[in-house]
């Protein structure tokens, strides 16, 4: 039974507890705006690591990550890129991938809020998992972490904490 950890928007920072969160967990993906490859290391020291770039990743992230990627991981179709939208609202060219590439599970960031939902138009679960770097707008730090067995997705976890201001 995979274990997945998903998060976003780390803009070159991971929270202090991203090993804690996600001991044990198979796979870490990353939907984009990572900040540095140094990032996508440090996950990789916790675990294999899929990772999408975003509209602030320069060419090292570029070099490493693609702007979308597609893979089956526990049974489960899915679909991680950094813009995508949100139900009710895709991108059109997030809306084409969706319609022809009919994945489970769609994974996107970009816009540092949390978002877990199940989308009956597509039939699949849209997953934001907001932003877990230091810079943004945002108010809270957050990441996901689940489980995925034989297609099913089960022990879907929020992890959040309030973020800290740089001055």
């Known amino acids: 039974m995979p274990k997945i950890g998903v998060l976003s928007d780390t803009h070159g920072s991971l929270p ?3 090993s804690e969160f996600f001991a044990g967990c198979d796979e870490i993906w990353h939907a984009g705006d990572v900040g540095n490859v140094s990032v996508l290391k440090q996950l990789a020291s916790i675990a294999s690591v899929r990772a999408v ?3 602030i990743d320069g060419q090292d992230v570029r070099g490493v ?3 979308h990627t597609f893979f089956i991981s526990g ?3 899915v679909l991680m890129k950094h ?3 949100r139900p009710g609202a895709y991108t059109p060219e997030t809306r084409e991938q969706i319609a022809s590439l009919k994945p489970d ?3 996107c960031g970009h816009s540092h809020i949390l978002l877990i939902q199940f989308n009956k138009k597509y039939n699949l679960l849209h997953l934001n998992p907001g932003a877990a770097g230091s ?4 108010k809270m730090i957050t990441m996901l972490r689940f489980d995925i067995s034989n297609g099913n997705i089960s022990n879907m976890e929020v992890w959040e ?3 800290q201001k740089i001055i």
């Open 16 to 18: 202090e507890s991203v």
């Open 53 to 55: 770039y975003g509209n």
């Open 65 to 67: 990550a693609r702007d």
């Open 75 to 77: 049974g489960k179709r």
């Open 83 to 85: 813009i995508g939208g």
């Open 105 to 107: 599970i769609f994974v």
């Open 135 to 138: 810079s943004g707008f945002h």
């Open 161 to 163: 904490k309030p973020r």
